[in-house]
């Protein structure tokens, strides 16, 4: 089970929800993102699992305070109802994104990857009016990483998932290498910017690179 999944899942009721759910077709629904830790996933008076913050999925509909949604754990997706005010729209439509390539260096302190390179980005985000007050990273599966490089390397286009991020000490303005986390976190007030910086390892040959974060990509010069 995917760990941003389901978490504390009534083994018996949610089973017997899964499946009776059919897998989805192809569609384009809107995603969203569970904001608080041990968010009741509730179907009608009853709570048939908690989801962990973090936890995409997809939106099917909302009803006033309350939204539907479905949500996959395992080979199987399990539909419920949360509260509408723990998600946060899973998307940086909203947000002004900015990004540019801030170094490219053989060496990463006294790191080396042959016939690779290390290439640094920094992303500077400002929040909107409509902007989610909480982003989420995640890229620790390839095929659904929502952070990624995209470069041209001879004649084929590569994907690249970050190779680290520069995290913030607590309490601190001093960063570090962060590689062994991989998700990311940004809270983002109205009004408010930040400034991210991802690694990526590409190969020296590597050129017109692309940034993708979610649903938007920015080139990089």
Sequence with gaps: MNR????????????ARAAQTPPPEEQKAPRVVIISDKTPLMFGNEKVGELAEGT?????KTDKDWSSIRVA???????????TALT??????AVTLAARVADR????????????????VRVKFEATDQSPSRIYFHWDDFATADVHLLCRH????QKILPFGFMQRKPLSTKTKLERVDKEHRLTLGQGQSRIEVFIFS???AARRFQLVLKDVARPLR
């Design 202 to 204: 590409v190969p020296i």
């Design 73 to 83: 754990f395992g080979g199987s997706w399990c539909v419920g109802w949360v509260r």
């Design 105 to 120: 260096r053989d060496f990463l302190g006294d790191l080396n990857i042959p016939e690779r390179q290390f290439l640094t």
């Design 154 to 157: 001879g004649k084929k286009t």
């Design 4 to 15: 941003r999944a389901l978490v504390g899942l009534l083994v018996g009721l949610a089973a």
């Design 56 to 60: 995409t999925a997809e939106l099917l």
């Design 88 to 93: 946060v729209p899973d998307s940086l439509a």
